[in-house]
């Protein structure tokens, strides 16, 4: 297990400017916020240092805790960094996350899939301190290298994870990790992301586009056969596993508006060889992106399914395992006929395993089965592209 702490560029000057009204009184800070009242905190380079090595220390628990093999230390308590330690309340409850991290590796190699080791960085993108309190948005980025428990896996599958982080300080400038929060919303989980409730983004139906695919394995999954259409569907996939987390600044970036994971896929098809198909920008019949606006069906989860199939640029697989490279896979997470997230697949193993690549969450090869796995309850969407 690796694992890395960096502060980004941006941090410093984030710091700069929060550090002249951190170094206020304490009784004035929290006049001008409604924070609570307490002593004066403030928080340099080196305390942020010590924060960001402590978060990395917890998320590089949660993950080595679905590591192939016995984990003896798996409920080690969390050694402080400098001043700055975990909360008794807050270790608890990483512990029993412990637990359900353990369970899920079980349910993974029933499956077949295990993983051998792991990277985890942590970059710090903010901090802001009230009062006595700290809240550090950092970013997880993680690697996990697949067991060659076939031969046919990929070397590896990533992901990028946001968090929020509360620290308290006590006693002589020491800090206490008090809780810590996904930032993610409207995607699957990161694989070593506690079990908790998908949150839906609110969303209207174009049409209630399309067939729910079944998500057992099948006695033998269907190949892909190119359409005469003559999409590069090699080009689709290096284009999405080149920009899974550095995003294409030729393109805008909807994260945080309802998401960016269909506009990721329409870009990638758009590099196999899908064209704009002109016409008004709200209505799903239509497709198209350009410098100063976009259809709806390029950004929308089910707009851009009703223009896929009203446009036959693709139909509806009856497995989710029948998916080739550059077939799209969505999810609808709660089952209510609106669906909620799309992904591209990149790679499929010589068994018929498809391997996922996605933004919102950021994310690189994810096999179906353990995103299936994580979902049980989601109904799934498969589109031949």
Not at 113 to 139: F, I, L, P, Q, W
Not at 225 to 243: D, L, Q, R, T, V
Not at 362 to 380: E, F, G, H, M
Request: glycine share 8%.
């Amino acid at each position: 297990m690796n694992s890395n702490t960096r502060l980004k560029a941006a941090t410093a000057v984030v710091l700069t400017a929060a550090l002249s009204a951190v170094l206020l009184p304490a009784t004035g800070a929290a006049a001008a916020t409604g924070a609570e009242a307490g002593p004066a905190a403030s928080v340099d380079a080196a305390t942020t240092k010590n924060f960001a090595a402590l978060a990395d220390s917890v998320l590089t628990k949660r993950t080595s805790a679905l590591l192939d093999g016995p984990r003896p230390n798996a409920f080690a308590a969390t050694p402080p960094s400098g001043p700055v330690s975990v909360a008794s309340g807050l270790a608890a409850a990483e512990n029993g996350a412990v637990t359900g991290l353990l369970q899920r590796k079980a349910r993974l190699a029933e499956l077949k899939e295990a993983y051998t080791a792991a990277k985890v960085d942590v970059d710090v993108d903010s901090v802001n301190v009230t009062g006595t309190r700290a809240k550090v948005r950092v970013t997880e980025t993680t690697e996990l290298t697949y067991k060659k428990i076939y031969g046919d896996e990929p070397p590896n599958t990533g992901f990028q994870a946001r968090h929020e982080l509360t620290f308290t300080t006590g006693p002589g400038k020491t800090w206490q990790l008090t809780g810590i929060a996904s930032l993610d919303r409207g995607g699957p989980a990161a694989i070593n992301q506690p079990d908790s409730t998908v949150v839906e983004p609110a969303g209207s139906v174009a049409d209630a586009a399309g067939e729910a695919a079944a998500t057992s394995v099948p006695a033998r999954p269907e190949a892909k056969i190119s359409p005469a259409a003559g999409y590069n569907y090699s080009a689709m996939a290096k284009y999405a596993e080149k920009y899974w987390k550095n995003y294409n600044p030729a393109y805008r970036k909807f994260n945080d508006v309802g998401g960016d994971c269909t506009n990721f896929i329409s870009q990638s098809l758009r590099a196999g060889g899908w064209k704009n198909d002109t016409g008004w920008y709200k209505s799903y019949k239509n497709w198209w992106y350009n410098s100063a606006n976009q259809t709806t069906s390029w950004v929308n989860v089910n707009y851009w399914a009703s223009f896929a199939l009203y446009s036959k640029r693709t139909y509806n697989l009856t497995n989710v395992y029948h998916l080739g490279v550059g077939d799209i896979l969505q999810m609808d997470f709660s089952g209510n006929g609106s669906k909620d997230h799309s992904m591209i697949t990149t790679y499929r193993s010589s068994r018929g395993v498809p391997y996922l690549t996605y933004h919102s969450n950021n994310t690189y090869r994810k096999s179906v089965a353990s995103i299936v796995a994580q979902n049980p309850r989601a109904k799934y969407y498969a589109f031949r592209t």
